[in-house]
């Protein structure tokens, strides 16, 4: 835990952000799920040895059960959930300014993590402990309005309604749009996870940080679409439901991906 923690610097002005949570419960489970669904045989046999016979969907929503702790044990890792960049229309710009954010966030401690597990020399308690985060930042990752922009604290000041209660758009996009369509978790893998195998290699190519740009674009078009104090309905789900179950996709498979390359 302590050496997960040591590569935190905190940003005591970012941390009093009240931040929301991330694709709630059941996105996370969906990711998870299907990421185990495209684990190779040597991933699937080291998973056992780090975390025994639970399954992914166990772990995923673990980061963020650990933020109701009092302790304050885990408070640096509030911040490792989300990076903010400025809209930006390309790759090359998006990358530089990524790469540009100071303190840990989302992209750093998915790259931090990475390496922690594929090191043998990290103690067994560490390994399941950053395999845990990493489930869950990769999924995050997915979720476009956790690579989203400052201001507006990836959409949490963004007041709407969304069939008459009233919310924000980041919580929208967390939780609400996925519980909208009524699947557990399990069902919502099984009906999204029907890529062939071209298709899925198709979705893993590129980097860490294509895959950051990627999720920016669509935070771009949400913000495009999306107007504070807005009454979302039925419109707004048929308008995104598609990128709702394209981002959970691309989250499990690419989740696959990196974990089949470290373990």
Request: no cysteine; charged share 25%; net charge positive.
């Amino acid at each position: 835990m302590n050496r997960i923690l040591q590569n935190s610097v905190l940003l005591l002005a970012l941390l009093s952000f009240n931040f929301g949570y991330s694709w709630g419960t059941t996105g996370h489970r969906v990711i998870a799920e299907i990421a185990e669904n495209h684990l190779s045989g040597k991933a699937k046999r080291s998973l056992k040895k780090i975390i025994g016979t639970e399954k992914l969907a166990y772990w995923a929503n673990w980061p963020d059960d650990i933020k109701s702790d009092t302790t304050g044990v885990w408070k640096p890792a509030e911040q490792w959930h989300y990076v903010n960049v400025a809209p930006q229309s390309n790759i090359q710009q998006f990358t530089e300014a990524l790469k540009e954010q100071k303190g840990p966030n989302i992209y750093t401690q998915i790259k931090i993590l990475s390496e922690q597990i594929k090191d043998r020399k990290t103690s067994a308690k560490d390994r399941e402990i950053a395999l845990r985060f990493l489930v869950h930042l990769v999924g995050d990752a997915a979720q476009p309005l956790h690579v989203g922009r400052l201001e507006d604290l990836g959409g949490n000041k963004i007041k709407v309604n969304y069939f008459g209660a009233p919310t924000n758009l980041h919580s929208l996009w967390d939780s609400k749009m996925v519980d909208f369509q009524k699947y557990s978790y399990t069902e919502f893998a099984r009906v999204l996870d029907v890529k062939t195998k071209e298709e899925v290699k198709s979705i893993q190519l590129g980097t860490l940080e294509d895959w950051f740009f990627d999720s920016h674009r669509e935070a771009n078009r949400i913000y495009a679409n999306s107007k504070p104090d807005a009454n979302y309905a039925y419109d707004y789900n048929y308008k995104f439901e598609p990128l709702v179950e394209r981002q959970l996709l691309y989250g499990g498979l690419r989740l696959a991906k990196i974990l089949n390359e470290i373990l």
